[in-house]
Each structure stands twice: as C-alpha cells, then as structure tokens.
C-alpha cells in the first residue's frame, strides 16, 4: 500500500525530539517515519534514498535547517519540507517560502495541526501518483 511507502525524515539536533515527532506522526498517520538528530548524516541518507516530506528544525550545528533544504532540493526537487522552529521571524517565513517548504511551525508542535500537514503533503503525494498512473496506460 502507498501509506506504507510514503517516508518522513524527521531532522533535529535534539533527538528526543526528532524521536518523538517520529514516533508520533508514525503512530497518528501510518507513514514510515525515521529521526535524525544530525543534519549532515541526515543528507547522505537523503542522498541514497530520497525521502517523500523532510521535518526539520532549523538551528542545528554543522548544517542549518536552510541549507539541508536547499540541498536536499537540489537533489530531489519533488520532495516536500515542512520547517519547524521556535523563532518567529519575518526571515524564517520568507525563507520557508523562498526554499519551497510546504509549511512552518513553531515549537511547542501543535501536533493536530502538524500532523494535518503531513496528511495534506501524504495527499497531494497520492494525486500525483494516480496521475503518473493514468498517463502510463496512455502511453502504452
């Protein structure tokens, strides 16, 4: 089933909380969810298997939030991000916006509305694969 394989990597420096996101989204929406802690660890696993939504906070040491997005675009233009922080700025949300995440949220998580978006990025990821489907039996 599509839920199945629909992956989430959760990235933040502080690994109960990347754990604790990741158990939570799995548990809330069935997706397959994997925690980093490390930004620059997290990549090279992006970078050999793409993830279909990156959760990531973004002050981390070695690599931001920003540039890890900016990368992992780079590699995989497809893949949705959703920015979680706890700093409001008028920077962030251009930034956010600017890189193409789909979302932002500040830390406390409200965790309904987080996981809201990741059932809207899961649904758009759904649209997009029946439509894949539907010009493949086109094009035969």
Same mark, same amino acid.
């Given at each position: 089933m599509l839920q199945d394989q629909?992956?989430? +990597?959760? /990235?933040?420096?502080?690994? %109960?909380?990347?754990?604790?996101? &990741? %158990?939570t989204m799995s548990v809330l929406t069935g997706h397959t969810c994997h925690p980093y802690s490390n930004a620059l660890h997290a990549? &090279? /696993?992006?970078?050999?298997?793409?993830?279909?939504?990156?959760?990531? %906070?973004?002050? +981390?040491?070695g690599l931001g939030g920003f540039d890890l997005l900016a990368k992992m675009r780079k590699l995989?233009? /497809?893949?949705?991000f959703? /920015?979680?922080?706890?700093?409001?700025?008028?920077?962030v949300v251009?930034?956010?916006?600017?890189?193409? &995440?789909?979302n932002i949220f500040y830390k406390p998580l409200n965790?309904?509305?987080l996981e809201t978006a990741v059932i809207q990025c899961y649904q758009k990821f759904i649209l997009w694969q029946q439509?894949?489907?539907e010009v493949s039996f086109?094009?035969?």
């Amino acid at each position: 089933m599509l839920q199945d394989q629909y992956r989430i +990597m959760i /990235v933040d420096d502080e690994p %109960d909380i990347a754990e604790g996101i &990741a %158990d939570t989204m799995s548990v809330l929406t069935g997706h397959t969810c994997h925690p980093y802690s490390n930004a620059l660890h997290a990549l &090279a /696993v992006f970078k050999t298997r793409p993830y279909h939504l990156v959760l990531t %906070d973004l002050t +981390m040491p070695g690599l931001g939030g920003f540039d890890l997005l900016a990368k992992m675009r780079k590699l995989h233009p /497809v893949t949705d991000f959703i /920015v979680i922080t706890a700093h409001k700025s008028k920077e962030v949300v251009y930034n956010s916006h600017f890189l193409g &995440a789909t979302n932002i949220f500040y830390k406390p998580l409200n965790i309904e509305e987080l996981e809201t978006a990741v059932i809207q990025c899961y649904q758009k990821f759904i649209l997009w694969q029946q439509r894949f489907q539907e010009v493949s039996f086109i094009n035969q």
